[in-house]
C-alpha cells in the first residue's frame, strides 16, 4: 500500500477509486496494527480525485483502528478512541464509521475503572441514539452496559439491568442483545440476598423462556439458579437443583450447564 501512496500518486492515472476500494480492503489485515502510517496516508488522498470520502477507504481505516484496540493498554486505546471519533465526527450519518466506534468503545471500557465504565457507557448511549434503529450499535451499547455491572455495586446494578432490559425490549427478537441482559442478570444476583435472587432468578426464567432453543440464554439462567442456591434451606435447593437439571436435560451437549448441575 506504501507504494500506491506516494509522492507520485498523480503520475498513475490508473489508480481508480475502485482500485483503492480493494486496496482499503487488504488494509484491513494489513499487520502490525502498531504502525498506522498507512493508514493515516490512506485518509489523506489528494481532495481533486475526492478519495478521501471513499467509503471503502475510510471504513478500512476505522476497522484497522478497531483492531488496534482490541490489544491496546488504557491509554493507547483512550487516543485511538479518540481518533476513531474524530473519523466517526466526519462522517455522521454513516452508521458503518459508527460501529467501530462503538466497538471499540465497548474494548475501552474493558479496561477501565467504573467511573471510566460510567462515562464510555453514556458515550456509547448517544452514539446508540443517534442510530436507534441500528441492532449492532444497540448490541455493542448493551456489551457496554453489561461491562458496567461488572464494577457495580447492588444498587448499581439494579440501575444497569434495568437500561438493558429496556434496550432488550426495544429488539424484542434479538438473541444477543437478549444475551447480554441475562449475563447482567446474573451479575445482579451475585450482589443480592436471597429474596433478590429469587426475583431476578425469575426474570431470567422468563427471558430464557422467550428464547427457549437458545444454550447461552439457558446457561445464564443456569448460573443464575446455582447462584439462588448459595443461601436457600433444604428444601429450596432441592428444588433449585431440580431446576439445573432440567435444563441439563434440555441442553445434554452444554457441559457449562452439566458442570453446574454436577457442583451442587
Not at 76 to 84: F, I, K, P, Q, S
Not at 245 to 263: H, K, N, T
Amino acid at each position: 500500500l506504501e507504494s500506491l501512496l506516494d509522492a507520485s500518486w498523480a503520475t498513475r492515472p490508473w489508480q481508480t477509486a475502485d482500485f483503492m476500494s480493494r486496496a482499503a480492503r487488504d488494509f484491513i489485515n494489513a499487520t502490525p496494527f502498531s504502525d498506522l502510517w498507512t493508514g493515516e496516508r490512506l485518509l489523506r488522498f489528494p481532495p481533486n480525485r475526492d478519495l478521501a470520502q471513499g467509503p471503502s477507504v475510510r471504513l478500512a481505516f476505522a476497522k484497522a483502528l478497531y483492531n488496534l484496540t482490541v490489544v491496546q493498554d488504557l491509554a493507547g486505546c483512550e487516543a485511538t478512541v479518540g481518533r476513531l471519533g474524530e473519523l466517526a465526527g466526519r462522517f455522521a450519518a454513516d452508521p458503518a464509521i459508527a460501529l467501530p466506534l462503538a466497538m471499540a468503545l465497548v474494548n475501552l471500557t474493558v479496561v477501565q475503572d467504573l467511573a471510566g465504565r460510567e462515562v464510555t457507557v453514556g458515550r456509547l448511549g448517544e452514539l446508540a441514539g443517534r442510530f436507534a434503529a441500528d441492532p449492532a450499535i444497540a448490541l455493542e451499547h448493551a456489551k457496554a452496559l453489561f461491562n458496567l455491572t461488572a464494577k457495580q455495586d447492588l444498587a448499581g446494578r439494579e440501575v444497569t439491568v434495568g437500561r438493558l432490559g429496556e434496550l432488550a425490549g426495544r429488539f424484542a427478537a434479538d438473541p444477543a442483545i437478549a444475551l447480554q441482559h441475562a449475563m447482567a442478570l446474573v451479575n445482579l444476583t451475585a450482589k443480592q440476598d436471597l429474596a433478590g435472587r429469587e426475583g431476578t432468578v425469575g426474570r431470567l426464567g422468563e427471558l430464557a423462556g422467550r428464547f427457549a432453543a437458545d444454550p447461552a440464554i439457558a446457561l445464564q439462567h443456569a448460573k443464575a439458579l446455582y447462584n439462588l442456591t448459595v443461601d436457600q434451606d433444604l428444601a429450596g435447593r432441592k428444588a433449585t437443583i431440580g431446576r439445573i437439571r432440567l435444563l441439563a436435560q434440555q441442553f445434554p451437549d452444554d457441559g457449562e450447564i452439566a458442570a453446574l448441575r454436577d457442583a451442587l
